[in-house]
T-cell receptor
Framework: AQSVTQLGSHVSVSEGALVLLRCNYSSSVPPYLFWYVQYPNQGLQLLLKYTTGATLVKGINGFEAEFKKSETSFHLTKPSAHMSDAAEYFCAVSEAGDFTGANSKLTFGKGITLSVRP | DTGVSQNPRHKITKRGQNVTFRCDPISEHNRLYWYRQTLGQGPEFLTYFQNEAQLEKSRLLSDRFSAERPKGSFSTLEIQRTEQGDSAMYLC??????????????FGSGTRLTVV
């Protein structure tokens, strides 16, 4: 079974500073990896995903993430934080065969709340 | 298409009452999923449908929970004899399974249930 660990529940950065949100996964088979953002009282919006191919994945709103198999990590970064980035961020994993075949279910981490200081 | 629609947005109910939520997926999507998100946690998978067939149920889905997707379009999630522990955000998502690909995995805005 797969799992996701997101270290820390809250990250605070200054506007314009680097954003780094950490995600480590556990999966016995090749994973598909996802980052979602959730604003208050809203659903989840996909930021980016890794399936196969290039390990550096670019997403919306200037975010990117790098799949590092040796470290079982998929950390999310953004060079310069904006006030509108304040939200909750979730990393999720799905086993590749499951996602395209059996069920496409996602296993999420507990999430990280990002605050951006003026 | 307006995305995945969930109704109601909020539901407050007394313990012991039954509640039903509705999810309208993106029209061409053949897979539909239900997740539950409690405060401070990430969403947890409950169940999913491929067209009208319910193909997998999580152990989180107790006997008090039932989900249907009668015509392969909208879905309902019913909770019988609600308990305070059922208080959560219930999220619906849909996607298109086509060949070896899964496309357009989209979440709705959720139904927030409060059991008092």
């Amino acid at each position: 079974a797969q799992s996701v660990t997101q270290l820390g529940s809250h990250v605070s950065v200054s506007e314009g500073a680097l954003v780094l949100l950490r995600c480590n996964y556990s999966s016995s088979v090749p994973p598909y990896l996802f980052w979602y953002v959730q604003y208050p009282n809203q659903g989840l919006q996909l930021l980016l995903k890794y399936t196969t191919g290039a390990t550096l994945v670019k997403g919306i709103n200037g975010f990117e993430a790098e799949f590092k198999k040796s470290e079982t990590s998929f950390h999310l970064t953004k060079p310069s934080a904006h006030m509108s980035d304040a939200a909750e961020y979730f990393c999720a994993v799905s086993e590749a065969g499951d996602f395209t075949g059996a069920n496409s279910k996602l296993t999420f981490g507990k999430g990280i709340t990002l605050s951006v200081r003026p | 298409d307006t995305g995945v629609s969930q109704n109601p947005r909020h539901k407050i109910t007394k313990r012991g009452q039954n509640v039903t939520f509705r999810c309208d997926p993106i029209s061409e999507h053949n897979r539909l999923y239900w997740y539950r998100q409690t405060l401070g946690q990430g969403p947890e998978f409950l169940t999913y449908f491929q067209n009208e067939a319910q193909l997998e149920k999580s152990r989180l889905l107790s006997d008090r929970f039932s989900a249907e997707r009668p015509k392969g379009s909208f879905s309902t999630l019913e909770i019988q004899r609600t308990e305070q522990g059922d208080s959560a955000m219930y999220l619906c998502a849909s996607s298109l399974k086509l060949g070896q690909g899964v496309y357009g995995y989209t979440f709705g805005s959720g139904t927030r249930l409060t059991v008092v």
